[in-house]
Every structure is written in C-alpha cells, then in structure tokens.
C-alpha cells in the first residue's frame, strides 16, 4: 500500500499542473481530462456526477500559525460543534481559519501570513519554514457508506481508505492527502478490462496507474483490452488523480458568519428588478433586500409570481396562502409568542410615501398581533424577533445550493432571550444539521447543548511558566472534560446548572 500526495492548484478551475510523488502525474497531459469551462465557471467532465447534498464529512481540525493560535492541537468535530471560551481565546480565529481552507463565494476569506502568522514569531518566519510555507488548517474527512462504494466502483473493493486529509498552507490551494492500495487498483482495472495472460504479463512492471500508463503507451501493438484499458486512464487520470477530483467534487465549501442580516420589510418590485439586473443585488447595502425576495421564496412565491396575476382574488388567495405557509413555519421555532402571525401584502405605492415606496409595486411585511389586534411593520418589531426571523429565511435556503456547505456562525443570536436561544437551538438540529455540519461559537448558557455535551469543544490559553516568565503556547483547543479553565467553561456550567 502506497501513500500518495497530491497537489492541485486552482482546484476548483482545475487550471493547474497535479504533482504525484513530487513529479508531473504524465508529461503533456492536462491536470485533470476533460476540462471545459463555462459561463458559471469550470466544470469536469467524468465517469461521475456531483449529487447535491453529499458531501464527505468533517471528522478532524487543526489549527497552526493563526493569530492566537500557535498549536491548536488536533479536536474532533461532529454534525454540530459548539465552541466556549473567553473573550479573546480565538473562538473566531478558529472559524475563520476554518474557512480559509475552501471558502463559500459569499465570505471569501484567505490567508494572509503579514496580517494571521502569530506575530511574536514573524520575524522569525524564514527561520522556522525554510522549505515550506506554514501550514495553516489541517483537516481529516470521512466518505460515508455510499460514497465510498462510488469510488470502490471506480477502483476496487478496500481500494481506498475511508478518510482523506485535506491542509493548506500559507499561498496555496489546499492539498489532499488519500491513502490508496494500487496493488488492488490495478488489479481491478485488469479485470475489468479483461487484460490477462500476456497482455497482463507486459504491464507487470507497473506498480502505480501513472507507471500503468507509461507501459501502456509503450507497447507497440496493444491488444483490445489494453487499448480499452489505455483509453479509459487517459480519458479518467491516474488512480490518485479520480480520488482527489472525488474530494474535491464533493468537498463542502465553509460559510462563515458573522454579520446577520436583517430583512427589509418593504421592497419595491421594480428597484428590486433593477437591482437584480445591475448585479447589485448581492452587495452589501442591498442584503436587506435580497433577504426580502428569499423570504418570498422560502413562503413559496416569487415577485414574478405576483406581478403575473391579473384578478383579485387569484393575486390575494396567492398572498394569503404564502402568509399562511410562512406563519406556520415561523411559529414552529417562534415558542415566545403563539398570537403572532406574518402577513405579505402588495400594493401600489403612496404619493406621500418616502421614495421608492410612492410609485410601482411595494411589497410589505407585517406581523399580525391578535392578541392585541394590531398589526406593525416588519421593522418595528424587536431586534431579537427581526433577527430569528431573518435567521431562519436566509439559512432554510442554503440547503437549496447546489454545493454543499459547512455553516460557520460565530455567535449566533446575541439579541435572543434565553428561551429564543434555546429554540434556535432547535432549529439547529432540526432543519439545519441534517443537511448541513454546524460549527458555532456562543457565550450563552443557553446556547450550549446541555444534552450534548460531547459535542463542546472549549477553547483556553496554555501558558508555560519558566522560572519567573510566564511564557504563552497559545490556544488550545479540548474536550470539555479536559479542560480546568473555568472562565471558559463558565457558560457550560451554567447550561447543566439546575435552575
């Protein structure tokens, strides 16, 4: 069994050369076959095709040379991981180190060695990495069951380990370490191909697929099955190069947050269209906004669906039903208050309305109180209802994005009462944790799952002391059984506190 590193860089484009056991993987051949680009970016064309939803699993973390973070020491991560500390510790370090590894397109976050190597020991950076940059985040993943028949498919049964490791250092892509047996890989591919006796007998010398090829093309008059056989490596790569495409096709991308956004409650239609049309949507002054045509969507309508009716009572049986669908789905993680309901309404714009709202089509959302029979507008509810609202619409739809994605939320819900937390909680690991993993830092009691704690990682300073010196390691990262620290562990006591 052979260990194999593999380095791409640009994975993603795939533009770059692969390096296999510190050498070109085959000499005028492209990174990976079958490249083509297009309007929405590269894409790659193979024997596989990505499915939405599955991804490998985030099993290990380490974090090194990031800001506080000397050594975190390797910790283990499950579907949700609740992050403790004090101020300071490097709970937000920690997330956005993550990030870096393989950012969502809406926090691209990178390394940058000036500004995230620990600053005590930057003077000293060439000294301490001659070779290599520093290694930032090292990562080990997991292929569950289906997955890893996909790849014992394509290569052959115990071919390849379940886990892979995944780093990056300082200005590089992230590389991916894969363990692989190519003793059974090319044991597969002869029989699949049907290339024996003879045939197999002038290929014994190869003990890789990249040996493999060079045989391959090295026969003078190949038989049927090693021509097939020849084909099929050049048009899939090399055995490492189909395991590092698998992972990186299936590798989750991070999204981290930790700024919220709150919804607008009053659009207008037509600057929506504009912006939308302008590709400004997605800045950061129009967020609001967006949300507001998300909040549409996740009620299961569309400004377009609205625009389109020509009756009233088609256009009002559309909004109160949207109304409807969003109050029942609200309220479901909404404990606080069972007399709320949200209301959509579209009309023409008011003269003596502030602009844009006195002309067009103006969406409006407003929160129906019947306990007290009054409705208001969407914005002059709480901070902390605004919030859990906007919440829930931005986050039910990430899991419609055809990558899947790790959710890093640092500090979740500040503006939550205690028993709003605990519902946030809820919908955590109701409607977000099976679609998604979930790494968040929180301060809050209420905040901690007091029922899984095995799921905490606290995050502490370690210091060692030198006769009279005090001299800082750095954070660590630990189990919440390890740790002695109890300003961190402050907000775990109190979680598993009788009241």
């Not at 090295?218 to 790569?237: F, I, K, M, T, W």
């Not at 579209?346 to 029979?373: C, E, K, W």
């Not at 990430?398 to 994605?405: G, H, L, Q, T």
């Not at 905040?447 to 606290?458: Q, Y």
Request: hydrophobic share 40%; proline share 5%.
């Amino acid at each position: 069994m052979r260990i194999y590193k593999l380095a791409c860089r640009g994975w993603r484009g795939l533009t770059g050369a692969c390096v296999i056991e510190g050498r070109p993987a085959l000499v005028g051949w492209p990174a990976v076959p079958n490249l083509r680009q297009g309007a929405a970016g590269a894409s790659v064309k193979s024997s596989f095709e990505i499915e939405a939803g599955i991804a490998v699993k985030l099993v290990k973390a380490q974090i090194k040379n990031f800001r506080s973070m000397e050594d975190s020491g390797e910790f283990d991560i499950d579907q949700i991981a609740c992050l403790i500390g004090k101020n300071e510790a490097g709970k937000s370090a920690l997330l956005q180190a993550l990030a870096a590894l393989n950012p969502h397109p809406s926090t691209p976050l990178k390394l940058d060695k000036e500004r995230d190597y620990p600053r005590r020991h930057l003077a000293s950076y060439a000294e301490l990495h001659p070779k290599d940059p520093a290694v930032v985040v090292l990562t080990e993943w997991e292929f569950d069951d289906g997955e890893l028949a996909t790849l014992e498919e394509m290569l052959g049964k115990a071919s390849v380990d379940r886990r892979v490791r995944v780093q990056r250092r300082y200005g590089e892509d992230f590389s991916i370490d894969a363990t692989i047996d190519t003793k059974k890989i090319i044991k597969h591919l002869f029989a699949k191909f049907g290339v024996t006796g003879d045939d197999a007998k002038a290929l014994a010398g190869a003990t890789t697929t990249a040996q493999l090829i060079e045989e391959l093309n090295a026969v003078p008059a190949p038989s049927e099955p090693q021509a097939n056989l020849r084909a099929h490596l050049l048009n899939e790569g090399t055995a490492i190069t189909q395991v590092h495409r698998f992972v990186a096709q299936h590798l989750p991308r991070f999204m981290y947050v930790s700024s919220y956004d709150r919804m607008d409650g009053t659009v207008q239609f037509q600057q929506l269209q504009e912006l939308q049309d302008q590709g400004l949507l997605d800045h950061e002054e129009h967020r609001g906004k967006k949300l507001f045509v998300e909040f549409l969507r996740y009620a299961g309508i569309s400004p377009a669906d609205l625009l389109r009716q020509t009756t009233f009572e088609t256009h009002n049986a559309l909004l109160q039903a949207a109304s409807n669908k969003i109050t029942d789905q609200i309220l479901e993680y909404w404990t606080q208050s069972s007399d709320l309901s949200v209301e959509v309404r579209v009309s023409a714009g008011m003269a003596g309305d502030p602009a844009p709202f006195q002309t067009g089509n103006v969406a409006r959302a407003r929160i129906y109180n019947a306990l007290h029979r009054v409705d208001t507008p969407f914005s002059e509810r709480s901070s902390g209802f605004v919030w859990f609202f906007s919440f829930l619409v931005r986050f039910a739809q990430i899991r419609n994005e055809a990558a899947p994605v790790i959710l890093l939320l640092d500090e979740p819900g500040l503006t939550l009462h205690g028993k709003a937390q605990l519902d946030l909680q809820r919908f955590f690991r109701e409607r977000l944790a099976p679609h998604h993993q979930i790494i968040f830092s929180t301060h809050s009691p209420f905040m901690v799952p007091a029922n899984d704690l095995g799921s905490v990682r606290v995050l502490q300073d370690a210091v060692e002391q030198r006769g009279a010196r005090r001299i800082p390691l750095g954070t660590k990262v630990v189990g919440h059984l390890q740790s002695q620290d109890a300003d961190a562990l402050f907000p775990l006591r109190a979680a598993v506190s009788p009241a």
